[in-house]
C-alpha cells in the first residue's frame, strides 16, 4: 500500500504538476508550432495559386473551345 501513495502524503502534489515540467521542452513545443503553422500556411497558399490556374485555364477553354467545335 505505501508503494501507491505519494512520498509527501495524500494531499501533496505529485511531481508531474504541470509547474514543474522543463521550460525547455515547452519552448520545444511552441517551435515545433510555429514551424507546423509555417508549413499550413504556405501549403494553402501553393493550393489557392493552384486553383487560381486552374479556373483561369478553365475559363480560357470555355472562351476558346466553341470556336474549334463549329469550324
Do not use: N, Q, W
Not at 21 to 36: E, I, K, N, Q, V
Request: hydrophobic content about 50%; glycine content about 8%.
Amino acid at each position: 500500500m505505501t508503494m501507491l501513495t505519494h512520498p509527501g502524503g495524500p494531499s501533496a502534489r505529485p511531481c508531474h504538476a504541470s509547474e514543474s515540467r522543463d521550460p525547455a521542452r515547452t519552448g520545444a513545443a511552441a517551435a515545433y508550432l510555429a514551424t507546423a503553422k509555417r508549413l499550413f500556411a504556405r501549403v494553402l497558399v501553393l493550393l489557392a495559386a493552384g486553383l487560381g490556374l486552374a479556373a483561369i485555364m478553365a475559363l480560357k477553354v470555355a472562351v476558346y473551345l466553341p470556336r474549334f467545335i463549329h469550324h
